[in-house]
């Protein structure tokens, strides 16, 4: 019997256009075969801190954009980085401030930005750096 272990990666993608949620999911379901990928898509802020928050915070990347209503994607990141620090982020969007960005990057609320539109290489190799930066490693045994 050949058992094959696969890294375990749960991501949450938060944005509010289903259509991005679903090509985000579509990209990493596609490129990133070497992961056991658990993936839950939010199109809100407030939908997405529930799940975290019903997770215990165990959740290893978020895939956020910045600008949508209710809570802003700045709010959120926020909030998650101070209650869960070992949460990796990438901002996912057409409209942040440059000003914005680099406050988060100094203050490392942020892993990666990129953006939109992007292209399915340039978003996967931003998802595998970070990956490759996080210490959690989590076995998903068949």
């Not at 992961?35 to 407030?46: A, Q, T």
């Not at 019903?54 to 959120?76: A, E, M, P, W």
């Not at 595998?128 to 998903?140: A, T, W």
């Amino acid at each position: 019997m050949n058992l094959r272990m696969k890294m375990k990666k749960i991501i949450l993608v938060v944005d509010d256009k289903r259509d991005i949620r679903s090509f985000i999911r579509a990209i990493l379901e596609n490129s990133l075969s070497e992961y056991f990928l658990e993936i839950i898509s939010m199109p809100s802020s407030d939908i997405a801190l529930q799940e975290i928050e019903r997770r215990n915070g165990n959740i290893d990347f978020i895939s956020t954009n910045i600008h949508r209503s209710g809570i802003n994607g700045y709010t959120f990141i926020e909030y998650v980085k101070a209650n869960y620090p070992h949460i990796k982020i990438l901002v996912c969007s057409a409209h942040a401030q440059i000003a914005d960005l680099e406050k988060m990057f100094k203050e490392h609320l942020v892993d990666g930005f990129i953006r939109k539109p992007f292209r399915e290489n340039e978003y996967k190799n931003k998802v595998r750096n970070i990956f490759d930066m996080q210490n959690l490693v989590r076995l998903n045994l068949p």
